[in-house]
Every structure is written in C-alpha cells, then in structure tokens.
C-alpha cells in the first residue's frame, strides 16, 4: 500500500503547477498517503492524469485508491477528460473502478455526448454498454449525442447512435425572442436554435451523415423554427454536393423559409456570391451552383416563387432598407438578373419563369439587368460589368420584356437604370425595343436627367454620376424632356460614415 501512495505522489509530482490565476500546485496541499489530495481548483492527481491520456498513471492511482468521481470546481471529471479524448482504454479503466456513465459537466453534458464529438466508435460503444443515454440533454442547447455526432460530421458515430436509440429528430432549444421586426424595414435575423441533427449535418455539408440520418429515420423536410429546410440551409452554406443529394432523396423542393426563400431562390442567390465586406470562400464541391439551379427546376421548383419579406441583410454597411430590388416580390429570375447570371436566367426562362414579373416595388428583371438602382447600392450580386448587362438585357428582351414599365416606387424604368449607369449598349437597345426616352419617374426626372447626374443619390454615395457620351448618345436616339433647373441634389459625405465604407 504504501508503495502505491508513494506512486500516486509520485503522479501528483509530476503534475504541472496550476499556471491559471487563482489556481495553485497540489502538491502544496496533498501528502504523500493522500492520493484524492486537491489543488485549489479542486484537480486531482486522477483527474490531470486522465487529461494527459495518461492509462498507466490512471491504472497506478485507481489501485492507490484514487476516488474516480471527484470533480474540480468547474465539474471536471476524470471521465469527462477522458470522453473529451475518446479514449476507450480510459473509459473503460473509470467505469471499472466506479465512475458514473452518465457524468456530466456543469453544462450537463454527459460523457456520450463528449464522445460523440470525436467520433471515436470504440469509446461510444463501451458507454452505451454501460448504460450510457443516448438521448440525454445538455442543459445549454438541448442539443444530444446525435447532434455533435452530426454537427462534427461523424456518419459511423451517427449509425452507432441510432441503432441504439437516439431520436434522428431530436431538436435542440427554441428560444423565441421577443421582437422580430426592427425600425429599418426588415426581419431581425437572430439565431433561434432548434436545430435537428440533419440541420447539422447540412451546415456542414456531411452528405454521408445526411445519408445515415435519412437511413435512421430522419425527416428530410423537418425544418427549424423559421422554416428553414435541411435543403436550403446547405444551399445557404454552398453546399451544393448536399444539395444535390437532397434533391436526389426526395425533398420538397418548393419550400420557403420565413422570409420567402426558396431552395431555387437560395441557389440562384448563392451562384453568384454575396457581395459583403469580406472574401467569400469557393465552394469546393464536385456540383456546381448551375447543376444545382437546373436539377431543382427538374424536379419541380416553382421558378415564380416570391419572397415573402426582405431577407436578412449581410453587409452591415450596406445592405440596411436601402436594396430596392431583392425585396419582397423578388423572384430567381430577379436575383439573377442583378447579377447578370445569364446561365441561371436562361435555365429560369426555360422552366416558365415569367419575365417580367416584378417585386412589391414594381422592379422588374429587366430593369435590374440594366442597371436599376442607385450605383452604389449592393444587391448581393457579383460586380457587373456593361458586358455582362448587355447579354442579359439582350436575353430578357428576346423573351419579351417590356422596356415601358416603371417601378410602383420610383417611377424609373430600364432605361433611367442605364442612364444613369452610362450603359450606352443598354441604352441602344432598350431604345431600339421601345423605351420610353422621355420617361418621368419621380420629380419629373427622366433618362436625360439621370444621365446628367440630376438625380437623388443612392446610400453613401457622395454625388451623382455624370455621362456625357451616354446624354449624347440619348439626344441623339430623340430624347428632349429634361429638367435643368432642379437643385443639385445631396449626397451623405458624412466622415465618420464614409470612414466606414468598404474598399473594393
């Protein structure tokens, strides 16, 4: 015995001085005969040696009578190190000696749970064996074995987990928060939680454990607590290869979230990244974004689906109530011509997407791909460039756009849009197709006017643009109405503001 206290000194001697503030070296508090001596942490002996992997020095201090259900101060386990590992040599060491399957830390998460994140099988197996549930929940989230099993991309853990019981729709924690909608025109986004572990797993993109789930039992339309589907949060992660699995399995493909998505609007959405204040990453995926686009609308996804709000902005900048044209009413054929995605606007009007089917503003597909909007209001597309406007007005009204519409809250129409980008192909062939030279939008401006610079300015735009060539070019097709004793208009050259303006 005293060989075997004298062992369990010797491992607490090779512990590590506390080096956090406020803790302290057990050996200023432990003697030699005392192997459950603590730090002022409340650490064991046991407990830093099950952190470090340590199965020998665990096997020496179980046998000097070391007590495997002591925690520190913050909950901390010997078994709770040990399934943090997924070391199974441990787990099994701990339960032999008496340590309980089912401990947990402060937060309630039990040892199965911490396994699970690892994806250690072999260390599960010895839990679930010992009685282990499997559809226990952490205090915090709600969130079950099964949940980080799928949130850290572990399909064997997942298979394991399920044919042991585990629930494949068990829901994390709602939390309802109180107010939904902001001063500024649109939905607060705030993250409400009930996430399912196929929810997980299509944030990550982990197609074999979307596979295992589905074989589990998992509801493949289940969504969380805005309505968003398995299918449209991978597609909002660019996730394609998942989304074409989950085409490939039978998911509703004409679902919309709160705020109107749809898959097919989300891919179209995603197919040309966001523009936001940082680098958006490729997607790295064997499926691309227009294999995606064209396998929805095969398998039925309406492509006149409108939004039913404005979605979530992402640039904190920008995109605050200032996008008039990916509002509600917004359709994929919308979104896609902001972007000029000619590929996608193709495959839209093949599938019946009507072409000029505006948003609640009166915006039409046309008028986006021609440059409607302020120059520099972001609205999630790529940066265009005249090229790509002229393809897709050339698409757009080859399909029998109508170049005469205005917008319900501007009065503007496509050819004000390319006026007032100096567009001067887009300009020629909205004329040619029968615009309105003279059109008058609000205040009696027309494309004259715009191409002038006599026009409202758009959010943080210091002053209006001004396009001589484009004015003569609109003279010259017959344009006569302007205004030029209106007063120059404003911009916002606030410092603090433009301070803040990204640099592209």
Known sequence: ?????????????????????????????????????????????????????DVAEVERLIRAGADVTLANNYGATP??????????????????????????????QTALMAVARTG??????????AGADVNAREQWGGQTALIWAAAQGHPEMIELLIKHGADPNARSVVRNWQRKVTAEGRPKDMNRGGFTPLLYAAREGCVECARKLLAGGA??????????????????????????????????????????????????DMNTLPQ????????????????????????????????????PYRNAVFDRNTDHVLVAGATPLLRAAVAADV????????????????????????????????????????????????RAVRLLLDAGADPRLASLDRGETALHGAALRGWNEVVRMLAEAGA?????????????????????????????AKHPQTEALLRSLGATRENPNLPPWKGVPTPTIQANVPKY
């Open 219 to 268: 509801d493949i339309d289940l969504p969380d607590p805005d309505n968003t589907t398995a299918l449209v949060l991978a597609l909002m992660n660019l996730r394609w290869d998942f989304a074409k699995f989950m085409i490939e399995s039978g998911a509703n493909v004409n679902d919309w979230d709160f705020w109107g998505n749809t898959p097919l609007y989300v891919a179209v």
């Open 276 to 311: 936001g204040g940082r680098i958006d990453l490729p997607a790295e995926d064997a499926t691309s974004g227009i294999e995606v686009i064209e396998l929805l609308l095969k398998a039925g996804a309406n492509p006149n689906a409108q939004l039913k709000l404005r979605p």
């Open 79 to 108: 078994m709770m190190e040990a399934a943090i590992a997924g070391n199974a040599r441990l787990i099994e060491l701990l339960l032999e000696a008496g340590a309980d399957v089912e401990s947990a830390n402060a937060e309630g």
């Open 120 to 129: 250690r099988v072999d260390a599960a197996k010895i839990l679930l064996k």
């Open 436 to 464: 309105d030279l003279d059109a008058q939008a609000v205040a009696g401006l027309t494309p004259l006017d715009f191409a002038l610079g006599r026009y409202q300015p758009g959010f943080l735009e210091p002053q209006p």
């Open 1 to 53: 015995m005293r060989a075997a206290l004298a062992m369990a000194a010797g491992a607490m001697a090779l512990m590590p001085a506390i080096v956090d503030a406020g803790g302290s070296d057990p050996r200023a508090t432990a003697s030699a005969e005392d192997v459950n001596a603590r730090a002022a942490d409340g650490s064991t002996a046991l407990l830093w040696a099950a952190h470090r992997g």
């Open 343 to 390: 590929p996608a606007m193709e495959l839209l009007l093949a599938h019946g997407a009507l072409v000029d089917l505006p948003n609640a503003d009166g915006v039409t597909p046309l008028m986006a791909a021609a440059g409607y909007g302020r120059a520099v209001e972001p609205t999630r597309g790529r940066f265009r460039t005249e090229r790509d406007a002229v």
